[in-house]
């Protein structure tokens, strides 16, 4: 899978050293996922199973034990994971995960 942007997830932890923990945990997503090939919803659900798949290509991952979310968007067809938002549990609470 192609992944848009890494720099999203760095400038989460470099903006906001306070949340500088979930970078190691962060970058392992980055990294299983560039090896990745999900072509479908059930794929991503296979490789990740506490992944939360919504409707839209929207999905939904925990890092660092549940304390981060990122919300992603695939484009299976293309094979291409756009970072949509990176944040703690609390901060994950205040979005529309469908439309951030």
């Given amino acids: 899978m192609r992944v848009i942007a890494l720099s999203t997830l760095k ?59 990122l919300v992603v968007w695939i484009n299976y067809h293309y094979r291409v994971v756009y970072i949509r938002f990176i944040g703690t549990h609390a901060q994950y609470d205040r979005i529309d995960a469908q439309t951030v």
Avoid at 22 to 44: C, F, G, I, Q, S
Wanted: net charge positive; proline share 5%.
């Fill in 11 to 69: 400038a989460y932890w470099e903006v906001h050293p306070e949340y500088k923990d979930v970078m190691e945990p962060a970058l392992a997503w980055y990294r299983h996922t560039l090896k990745a090939d999900w072509a479908t919803p059930a794929e991503l659900k296979s490789d990740f199973s506490t992944v939360s798949v919504l409707k839209n290509g929207r999905a939904v991952f925990n890092l660092a034990g549940n304390k981060y979310r």
